[in-house]
Each structure stands twice: as C-alpha cells, then as structure tokens.
Nanobody, 119 residues
C-alpha cells in the first residue's frame, strides 16, 4: 500500500523545538521529491519545505528559513523536518507529501501531524 505516515507533532512553547518524521512505504522513495506542507484551520495549505529526491537541493518558505531544516534518509525511506525557534504562527497540521518525477504519477499525501505552539 502506498502511504506516508507522519509523527512527532505535539504541544511546544514558543522558542522550543520539534522534529517531525515521515515514513514512506509502497513506492520507490528515490523517485520522489519530498515536501512538507502545513495548514491551519481556515487557511490555505502552505508549502513549508522541499528536498530533492536524492537531496541535491532544499527549499524553504521565507517564514521558516533559518529555523527549519528538511532532511531525508533514503536508506530508511524517511524524511524529517527539524523545527527550531518555533513561533505561535507555526501552529498547523503538518502534512508530508511525495511528488514523483514521472509525469502523470499522483502525489502521495500523509494525513498530517498536529503542531501547536503556545504558552
């Protein structure tokens, strides 16, 4: 079965850190650019970070640049998002996404893990 399963979310104080994990299965992991999105209630989904299929490049939203780091471990079919210096505006459901380099192949989406940044 093709799936992505996120973990690592929770409640954290402003200035704190969390590491999100995404476990991939059911597809060829290295064929896919991996991305993290987030979506807060009532707001549009936002691309947070992306990493090339073999890690050649990384991209971040301006709002998280310098605070978040995306990594992947192709031997373990895992992608991570290290989040430091968290702010209340980072509160959202964080979704893992896999985008194939093959035209016509659908993206794979996880269900998300909730991150709440609050005192």
């Amino acid at each position: 079965q093709v799936q992505l399963v996120e973990s690592g979310g929770g409640l954290v104080q402003p200035g704190g850190s969390l590491r999100l994990s995404c476990a991939a299965s059911g597809f060829t992991f290295t064929d896919y650019t991996m991305r993290w999105f987030r979506q807060a209630p009532g707001k549009e989904r936002e691309l947070v970070a992306a990493i090339h299929r073999i890690g050649l490049t990384r991209n971040y939203a301006d709002s998280v640049k310098g605070r978040f780091t995306i990594t992947r471990d192709n031997a373990k079919n895992m992608v991570y998002l290290q989040m430091n210096n968290l702010k209340p505006e980072d509160t959202a459901n964080y979704l893992c996404n896999a985008a194939s380099r093959v035209l016509g192949d659908p993206d794979v989406w996880g269900k998300g893990t909730l991150v709440t940044v609050s005192s």
